[in-house]
């Protein structure tokens, strides 16, 4: 069963604007990852943010996790044409992983 | 480089067939993952293996099987069971279970 769902489901800016997107989840979790994919590719990993902590950031990438609304949110600043991909947050429970099924962000040139 | 290595990209299957999908990792993870995504769909479990000659059952594993006889290589077989077998199938490992997960660049699988 998928265990986060991100919000929205497509998401178009212009380059240099910012981009939010949100997950939420259900159960508890031991932490809670973002990933991106390209079409037709694999995810990368971009950030793992645990569920002991807050906010973390990484470069252009800033993610929160509030657990008592069970959601957090992926922030990319400054957002470019490459970062066109979908996102996608994965949950931890216990032993696998859960993914959500994505925001589709489009950043026009 | 340390990777993870699906082959092949691309694989047609007719009806009533078994495939085998290949997933190799050099990473020294123990843990490694089969996921199916469809169109516009996010991942879906399928199995997971932990450790060597252990694997455990996602969401979706009927009418798929795989093995884990080396800590490197965790090869999914789709049999002719599964009804839908039409999709774009992702192996991921990690050094441990919840820590980030590494991708393969998958293999799309048409039935024809």
């Known amino acids: 069963s998928q265990q986060g769902e991100e919000d929205p489901q497509a998401l178009s800016i212009q380059e240099g604007e910012n981009a939010t997107m949100n997950c939420s989840y259900k159960?508890?979790?031991?932490?809670l990852q973002w990933y991106r994919q390209n079409s037709g590719r694999g995810l990368v990993h971009l950030i793992l943010?645990?569920?002991?902590?807050r906010e973390k950031h990484s470069g252009r990438l800033r993610v929160t996790l509030d657990t008592s609304k069970k959601s957090s949110s992926l922030l990319i600043t400054a957002s470019r044409a490459a970062d066109t991909a979908s996102y996608f947050c994965a949950t931890d429970d216990n032993n696998d992983m859960r993914f959500g099924a994505g925001t589709r962000l489009t950043v026009k040139p | 480089d340390g990777g993870i290595t699906q082959s092949p990209k691309y694989l047609f299957r007719k009806e009533g067939q078994n495939v085998t999908l290949s997933c190799e990792q050099n990473l020294n993870h123990d843990a490694m993952y089969w996921y199916r995504q469809d169109p516009g769909q996010g991942l879906r479990l399928i199995y997971y293996?932990?450790?060597?000659?252990?694997?455990q059952k996602g969401d979706i594993a009927e009418g798929y099987s795989v093995s884990r006889e080396k800590k490197e290589s965790f090869p999914l077989t789709v049999t002719s069971a599964q009804k839908n077998p039409t999709a774009f199938y992702l192996c991921?490992?990690?050094?441990?279970?919840?820590?980030?997960?590494?991708f393969g660049s998958g293999t799309r699988l048409t039935v024809v």
């Open positions: 943010i645990r569920s002991n902590e």
């Open positions: 293996s932990q450790i060597v000659n252990d694997f």
């Open positions: 159960t508890s979790i031991n932490n």
């Open positions: 991921a490992s990690s050094i441990w279970t919840g820590g980030g997960y590494t």
